[in-house]
């Protein structure tokens, strides 16, 4: 197994850009989850997942969509870039049972906008 | 909404003390504290966790201990070494028990 795979490793963006950030996991988890990592500020919650065709807000949803097609993938776009998005990003995935356990982290995608 | 408050945000220690790091959560409804420890420019990795069915929990050098009714629970490391430098973070699962919400962080570092 894989585990939790994310593309890119690195990304700079322009103000204004849009793009996706990929997640994949291939453990057959039905949770799945994307967090953002600033400094001081611990890993907040931006958006998860239930299960496919099921998504909810975080903590800090504001400026991010994602969907949820397959049980496998769950992506992340910024829709028009801003700096307060420089950030590091981690998906992470679970999946026993119907309720929260071990999150399975992903390497980390780490976002630089100018 | 939920909120985890960690403390202290930095630990020094000598090599062989004892750390610990103590965090409380706002919603009474989370049943699931996990422990991360995070090394510079890795993921986090799961060192320890607790149920809410559970007071203490031990493995190795690291225990967790849980206080429903105040709502903290806390680590403790006992014979540190300087390989357990890092960040360590709380968790509590958000009420829907849909996913983890984090504590700050805490920068500790053990000096040989």
């Known amino acids: 197994n894989a585990g939790v795979t994310q593309t890119p490793k690195f990304q700079v963006l322009k103000t204004g850009q849009s793009m996706t950030l990929q997640c994949a996991q291939d453990m057959n988890h039905e949770y799945m989850s994307w967090y953002r990592q600033d400094p001081g500020m611990g890993l907040r919650l931006i958006h998860y997942s239930v299960g496919a065709g099921i998504t909810d807000q975080g903590e800090v949803p504001n400026g991010y969509n994602v969907s949820r097609s397959t049980t496998e993938d769950f992506p992340l776009r910024l829709l028009s870039a801003a700096p307060s998005q420089t950030s590091v990003y981690f998906c992470a995935s679970t999946g026993e049972g119907r309720a929260v356990y071990e999150q399975y982290f992903g390497p980390g995608t780490r976002l630089t906008v100018t | 909404g939920e909120n985890v408050e960690q403390h202290p945000s930095t630990l020094s220690v000598q090599e062989g003390d004892s750390a610990v790091i103590k965090c409380t959560y706002s919603?009474?409804?989370?049943?699931?504290f996990p422990w991360y420890k995070q090394e510079l420019g890795k993921r986090p990795q799961l060192i320890i966790d607790?149920?809410?069915?559970?007071g203490e929990k031990k493995d190795q050098r690291i225990a967790v201990t849980l206080n429903k009714t105040a709502k903290h629970f806390s680590l403790h490391i006992t014979e540190t070494q300087p390989e357990d430098s890092a960040v360590y973070f709380c968790a509590a699962s958000n009420q829907a028990g849909t996913a983890l919400i984090f504590g700050k962080g805490t920068t500790l570092s053990v000096s040989s």
């Open positions: 607790i149920r809410s069915n559970v």
């Open positions: 919603d009474s409804a989370s049943n699931y």
